[in-house]
C-alpha cells in the first residue's frame, strides 16, 4: 500500500466520498495539529498498514484525496494535538477512532482499558496503549443503488397511523420469514410481515434506532447487548447487526429494505440519538469525537471545560450550538433522506438539540434550520419532548411542523382505563385532540398518542402486572420507568377466566381510544399479537425471547388481532377521527359530551367529578372535507361511548334531526353489531362506537 498518491481534496464536503475516480477524506477538528489516515488490509487486521498524513488543512477542515482507494477499504483517523483535559483537550494519537462521517463501519466494540485516551493511574496523563485491536473501523462505500421509480408515499398526518418497531425484534421469530432474513432489514421487508402491516392499518414504520450502535461499558461487564440502540457511534451508517455483512451490505440491504417498504405504501421513519454518544463522560472511552476535537464536539461544564454538562443522563451532551457540530447532525438527517429516502425521524431527547446555550430555545437556530431546508422541511419530524435537564420537560412547545410523544396522553389514558378516579375530564381531553397541551396554531395532529412504547411495558404486560420484573437486566430491579399498570387481580399469568377477560377488555379499551382519539395514533409492534416482555419494563438490554414478538396466536390472539384491525379500519373509514383543527366550543354543531342520560354535560359536571362516563357525539359534517392532499374524506356521524367505571350503565341515545338508527360497530365487552332505538346499556370497564344511519 506504500507510495499512495496523494491529492489536496477539498473541505468543503466533510466525510469520506468515493466519485468512481477516487477517494476525498475531509475531517473537522479545530485543536488538532496534524491528523492520520489508518488504511487497513482486512476487517479483522489487529493494526493498519499504513498511516497517511491527510496533506491539507484549510481552516477546521483536514482533507486528501486517494485515487488508489476503492470501496471496502477499511479505515479509521489518528488526530495529534494536545492532551490537558482541565482545558478541555484530550487529544491521544494512542488511539484509532471511528470517523464521526462514516458510512459503514466493520467489527464489533472490544471493551477494554486501551480505550481510555487517559491513563487509568493517572487521568491527567494521556494513556500509552494502542486501541486498534479493540476498535470497530470505518469502510469506504460505494453509494451507488438501483432506486428504480421509488417515491416516498407522503402519507398526510391525518390519515397517517405510526407502528413503532425494532428491526430485529419484530422478524426474529416469524415462522414464514426466511431464516437468513429473520431480524435483518431484508425480513422487516418481506412480503409475510408487509401483509401483516397493510392488514393492521398502519401506514409508517417508527423503526428503534438503525444508526450503527455499540455496547455500553457496564452492559459488556454484565454480558448483556445494548438491545435497542440507543448509543449511536455512527451517525451516517446504518447499523451492520441487521444486514448480511459490515463491509457494505447493511448500507445496500436497508436502501432495498426502504425502496420495499416504499412500493407497499409503507412510510419509514427511523428513530435518532443526537443528542448523546457512547463516550460516556469526560473518563469514559476515547471511540471518536473525543479524540477527534473533544472540546468543540461536547458541552464543557463552564468554568471547569475538564467536566461535561449532561442533559441526557449517559454523561455526555452533543455541543450543537457549535456551528460544526450542527451541521454534523444536519448533514447526517440529509444523509438519510437523500442517500436512504427515509421519510422522517423521531428525536430522542430532543430538546437538547435547541438547547442554545442552556436553556430550551423553541425558535432555536436547529429549529429554524431545519424548517428552511429543502430537504428535511418535507419529511415528518416527532420529537421526543423531554430531556434530563433543567426545564426538560417541553411538551407542546416545540414549533409549527413537528410532532411530540405526548406523554400525557399516554398516562392520562391509562390511568383512567384502570379505574383511577376523578380521570373523565383527563380521558374526554386526551380523546379530544390534548388542546391544553397543543397551542390552536398546531391543532390535535401535533399530537403522537400512544399508550405503549419501546419504553415501558408491553401492552400485554401492562394489564397482567401491577410492577416491574426487571431482574433480567442484572440490576436488582432498580432500572426502568414506574407504569400506569394494573394486574386485574393476580400477578402475572393466570388461569382465572375472570381475570382473564377483564385483561382482555381492558386491552381492547386502550386500543379503541387510541384509534379514536384526535390525533396521530402510535401502536408498538407485537401488541396487536399480544407481546409480553414477562413484565420487563426495560428490555434495552434483551436481546432474546423476552423482547421477540411470538407470532403464534390462539384463538382469543386472532379475535385480539381481529378487533385491532376493526377498530383501525373504522378511523381510516371516517374523518370525523382526524380533524386537524381542535373541536370549536359553543354551539355543539362540532362535538357535544353527554351525560348518560343523554342531555350535555355542563361545566358543573365535570368540575364535580361526578361523571363516571360520558358519551363524545361527532357529527358528519365536523370532519374535514378533504385531507391535506386534497383528497376527499368520507365522514359519518358518530356517538362514542366511554364508561371506566366498575359499574354498568345505561345510556340514553341522543336523536340527531336527521332520521336514522344508531348502529353499532365496535363494542370491547363483547362482538355484537346491534342496531340500536333509544337507550344501551354499557358494561363495566368499556366501550361502544355507534354510528348513525339513514334507514336503508
Known amino acids: 500500500m506504500r507510495g499512495l498518491r496523494v491529492l489536496p481534496g477539498s473541505p468543503a464536503r466533510i466525510g469520506v466520498h468515493w466519485d468512481g475516480e477516487a477517494t476525498s477524506f475531509a475531517l473537522f477538528s479545530a485543536h488538532a495539529t496534524a491528523v492520520e489516515l489508518c488504511l487497513f488490509e482486512t476487517a479483522d487486521a489487529r493494526f493498519e498498514a499504513e498511516r497517511l498524513p491527510l496533506p491539507e488543512r484549510t481552516g477546521d477542515v483536514w482533507h486528501g484525496r486517494f485515487p488508489a482507494i476503492r470501496p471496502g477499504q477499511v479505515y479509521g483517523y489518528r488526530v495529534h494535538g494536545r492532551f490537558a483535559p482541565q482545558e478541555g483537550h484530550r487529544f491521544n494519537a ?43 473501523r470505518a469502510v469506504v462505500v460505494d453509494p451507488r443503488f438501483d432506486w428504480g421509480d421509488d417515491r416516498p408515499p407522503r402519507t398526510p398526518w391525518s390519515r397517517s397511523v405510526l407502528y413503532e418497531c425494532h428491526v430485529k425484534g419484530f ?100 428513530d435518532v440519538v443526537y443528542n448523546h454518544t457512547p463516550e460516556g463522560p469526560p473518563r469514559g472511552p ?64 430532543a430538546p437538547v438539540l435547541a438547547r442554545d446555550p442552556e436553556a430550551f430555545q423553541r425558535f432555536g437556530r436547529f429549529f429554524e434550520i431545519v424548517r428552511q431546508d429543502p430537504v428535511l422541511a418535507p419529511v415528518k419530524l416527532i420529537a421526543e419532548p423531554w430531556d434530563l435537564g433543567a426545564g426538560g420537560y417541553q411538551l407542546g412547545q416545540f414549533p409549527l411542523g413537528w410532532t411530540e410523544w405526548n406523554g400525557r396522553y399516554r398516562d392520562g389514558v391509562r390511568r383512567a382505563w384502570r379505574g383511577d378516579p376523578g380521570l373523565i375530564g383527563e380521558l374526554a381531553t386526551r380523546l379530544a385532540g390534548s388542546s391544553d397541551v397543543f397551542d390552536s396554531a398546531r ?69 379503541a381510544t387510541l ?35 411470538d407470532w403464534s396466536l390462539d384463538d382469543d390472539g386472532r379475535a385480539f388481532l381481529g378487533f385491532v384491525q376493526r377498530a383501525l379500519r373504522l378511523r381510516h373509514a371516517n374523518a370525523v377521527f382526524r380533524r386537524r383543527r381542535f373541536f370549536a366550543n359553543g354551539d355543539g354543531s362540532e362535538v357535544r359530551w353527554l351525560r348518560r342520560d343523554g342531555e350535555e354535560a355542563t361545566p358543573a359536571d365535570w368540575e364535580s367529578g ?87
Request: aromatic residues 8%.
Open 515 to 549: 384509534a379514536f382519539s384526535q390525533g396521530v395514533p402510535m401502536l408498538s409492534h407485537g401488541d396487536e399479537l399480544g407481546r409480553t416482555q414477562r413484565g420487563n419494563n426495560n428490555a434495552y438490554c434483551q436481546d432474546n425471547e423476552i423482547s421477540w414478538t
Open 94 to 136: 494512542h488511539k484509532l477512532l471511528v470517523d464521526p462521517y462514516a458510512q459503514a463501519i466493520t467489527g464489533a466494540l472490544a471493551w477494554s482499558d486501551a480505550l481510555f485516551g487517559h491513563d487509568p493511574a493517572q487521568p491527567d496523563a494521556p494513556d500509552p496503549r494502542d486501541s486498534a485491536p479493540c476498535m470497530p
Open 286 to 349: 476515547m471511540l471518536s469525537l473525543r479524540g477527534v476535537d473533544n472540546a468543540s464536539y461536547y458541552r464543557l461544564r463552564p468554568g471547569d471545560p475538564g467536566e461535561y454538562v449532561d442533559f441526557t443522563g449517559c454523561g455526555n451532551s452533543l455541543n450543537v450550538s457549535h456551528p460544526r457540530v450542527l451541521q454534523l447532525v444536519l448533514d447526517s438527517l440529509r444523509h438519510w433522506v437523500t442517500e436512504f429516502h427515509v421519510d422522517g425521524f423521531r428525536f430522542d431527547l
Open 443 to 511: 391543532g390535535p395532529l401535533a399530537s403522537v398518542n400512544f399508550v405503549t412504547c419501546h419504553d415501558g411495558m408491553t401492552l400485554a404486560d401492562l394489564v397482567t402486572y401491577a410492577r416491574k420484573h426487571n431482574e433480567a437486566n442484572g440490576e436488582e430491579g432498580r432500572d426502568g420507568p414506574h407504569d400506569d399498570s394494573h394486574n386485574w387481580g393476580v400477578e402475572g399469568p393466570t388461569r382465572s377466566l375472570r381475570v382473564s377477560k377483564r385483561r382482555e377488555r381492558a386491552r381492547r379499551n386502550l386500543i
Open 610 to 696: 361526578a361523571l363516571a362516563c360520558v358519551a363524545l357525539w361527532i357529527p358528519a359534517a365536523a370532519a374535514d372535507p378533504a385531507d391535506e392532499a386534497g383528497r376527499p374524506a368520507a365522514a359519518e356521524t358518530v356517538l362514542l361511548l366511554v364508561n371506566p367505571d366498575a359499574h354498568a350503565h345505561a345510556f340514553t341515545l341522543p336523536a340527531p334531526a336527521r332520521p336514522g338508527v344508531w348502529h353499532e360497530l365496535l363494542n370491547s365487552a363483547c362482538e355484537t353489531r346491534r342496531r340500536l332505538d333509544k337507550s344501551v346499556v354499557l358494561a363495566p370497564w368499556s366501550l361502544a362506537l355507534l354510528a348513525h344511519r339513514e334507514p336503508s
Open 171 to 270: 422478524t426474529q421469530r416469524h415462522p414464514d420469514v426466511s431464516p437468513e432474513q429473520r431480524g435483518r432489514y431484508l425480513g422487516l421487508a418481506s412480503p409475510p410481515v408487509v401483509e401483516h402491516l397493510l392488514a393492521l392499518g398502519v401506514t409508517a414504520l417508527s423503526l428503534l434506532p438503525i444508526q450503527h450502535a455499540c455496547i455500553d461499558a457496564h452492559l459488556a461487564r454484565l454480558g448483556l447487548p445494548n438491545y435497542w440502540g440507543y448509543n449511536t457511534l455512527g451517525f451516517f451508517a446504518p447499523d451492520a447487526r441487521f444486514a448480511s455483512g459490515s463491509r457494505g451490505e447493511q448500507v445496500r440491504e436497508c436502501k432495498q429494505m426502504v425502496k420495499s417498504l416504499h412500493a407497499a405504501g409503507l412510510e419509514v421513519l427511523i
